[in-house]
């Protein structure tokens, strides 16, 4: 992979790149550097300064976090993956370690280079940083669902290993949506909010997310906003595709 063709064609795949242009792939290629990890090395390690995120292009790591000096999986992530942009969006130290599980290669695009296309390209910059905001929101809702498996009252101090991984995930995540100053929400079937961050109870106006849990946009929007907003998530549903590319003015 030590053709940056090579690379752009990979990164076109991932939903973290989704509808940047190809100028700028190459653009944030030309400025960011590949790492090598030898097997059973750190990419990175839990309690770090953040100044960068990883993409995979070859081999897997684990995501792991500490429990009294005992390291904990919690994922497994290969190619095509990005690793480190939570602590980065959030620029809070690193809430988990990275441990190569082979030889690994990976590019490293850092907090200087966001910055730097913050000034280049604006439009392009904010396509990023939403799919990366995109791509945590994901792994939350992985996580909720896991957390919605297990018996709350397991979770003590002989609880299964699977359940307290799945406690870390959610303090972590919780955390980031506390702080992530964009947009985040979960919906049920009906469109009705089950959980909402910070930033985005801010934007409703409101000062609490339990007043917005059980609401639809129906409720805070507009009846045209409304009326988008539900026919766009009946498609997911319906298809189980997400929807790249668009961008909704909320009225």
């Given amino acids: 992979m030590s053709n940056p063709n090579q690379w752009?064609?990979?990164f076109r795949r991932m939903p973290v790149f989704g509808g940047v242009t190809t100028e700028t792939l190459e653009w944030l290629l030309a400025r960011s550097e590949t790492i090598n990890v030898a097997a059973g090395d750190y990419l990175f390690q839990e309690g770090e300064a953040a100044s960068s995120f990883f993409v995979?292009?070859?081999?897997?790591?684990?995501a792991e976090r500490d429990w009294r000096g005992t390291p904990v999986h919690l994922?497994?992530?290969?190619?095509g993956d990005c690793v480190g942009e939570m602590a980065l969006i959030e620029v809070q130290a690193r809430s988990a370690s990275v441990r190569a599980i082979d030889d690994v290669v990976t590019v490293e695009v850092t907090l200087r280079t966001l910055h730097q296309l913050?000034?280049?390209n604006l439009e392009q910059y904010a396509i990023l940083m939403m799919n990366m905001g995109r791509e945590v929101s994901r792994r939350l809702r992985q996580a909720n669902d896991r957390l919605f498996e297990l018996d709350?009252?397991?979770l003590c101090l002989d609880a299964k290993p699977a359940q307290v991984n799945?406690?870390?995930e959610l303090d972590m995540l919780r955390t980031l949506m506390d702080h992530l100053p964009d947009s985040i929400y979960f919906k049920d079937r009906n469109s009705q909010f089950l959980r909402v961050s910070r930033a985005q109870v801010k934007k409703f106006g409101v000062s609490s997310e339990a007043e917005v849990i059980g609401?639809?946009?129906a409720d805070i929007f507009t009846e045209e906003h409304a009326i988008s907003a539900r026919q766009d998530e009946l498609e997911i549903m319906q298809t189980g595709l997400p929807i790249v590319d668009k961008i909704e003015r909320e009225t």
Avoid: N, P, W
């Avoid at 995979?56 to 684990?62: F, Q």
């Fill in 75 to 79: 994922h497994r992530l290969v190619a």
């Fill in 8 to 10: 752009c064609q990979l």
């Fill in 56 to 62: 995979i292009l070859e081999g897997a790591v684990s």
């Fill in 215 to 217: 609401k639809t946009d």
């Fill in 166 to 168: 799945a406690a870390f």
């Fill in 152 to 154: 709350q009252s397991a």
């Fill in 118 to 120: 913050y000034r280049h």
